[in-house]
């Protein structure tokens, strides 16, 4: 997997390239995975909500406002203690092995959306 990153103009330092887009740029993608599938916008929402700790109003400003991942992320500290019991692999790294604070909160949520696209019930994706 090639790691795409973007430089800061500002600090010459590098970042993934996910950490500089858009949460709005990325809600669309995992709104039409979950549709393709039979599931629902709601249901994603849910699924954000529950991660992040956001209410509803919360997560749509962020939307609206185009809020970054980086800062997205930043703003949710109330997320879920029970996202730790998320196992398994997402884009072909095991989730346990990612090192990076930021991408491992990243990579928990695509791979919520992921179980949501595969039929699990929200109960199980929910970790109830």
């Known amino acids: 997997m090639k790691k795409q990153s973007v430089q800061s103009k ?4 590098t970042k993934h390239r996910i950490f500089t887009m ?11 995975k979950a549709e393709r599938k039979g599931r629902t916008k709601e249901e994603v929402d849910e699924i954000i909500r529950w991660f992040t700790g956001f209410s509803q109003k919360e997560l749509e400003a962020h939307i609206e406002k185009k809020t970054d991942f980086e ?3 930043a703003d949710t500290s109330r997320l879920n203690p029970a996202r730790t019991m998320i196992k398994g692999i997402i884009c072909g790294v095991r989730i346990e092995e990612i090192e990076d604070p930021l991408m491992k909160e990243i990579r928990y ?12 019930t929200m109960d199980k994706i929910l970790r109830k």
Not at 10 to 13: D, F, R, V
Not at 22 to 30: C, L, R, S
Not at 109 to 120: C, F, H, P, S, V
């Open 71 to 73: 800062n997205f992320m």
């Open 10 to 13: 500002k600090t010459g330092t």
């Open 22 to 32: 858009p949460f709005a740029t990325v809600y669309p993608h995992y709104i039409a």
């Open 109 to 120: 949520l695509d791979k919520l959306i992921d179980e949501l696209a595969k039929g699990k």
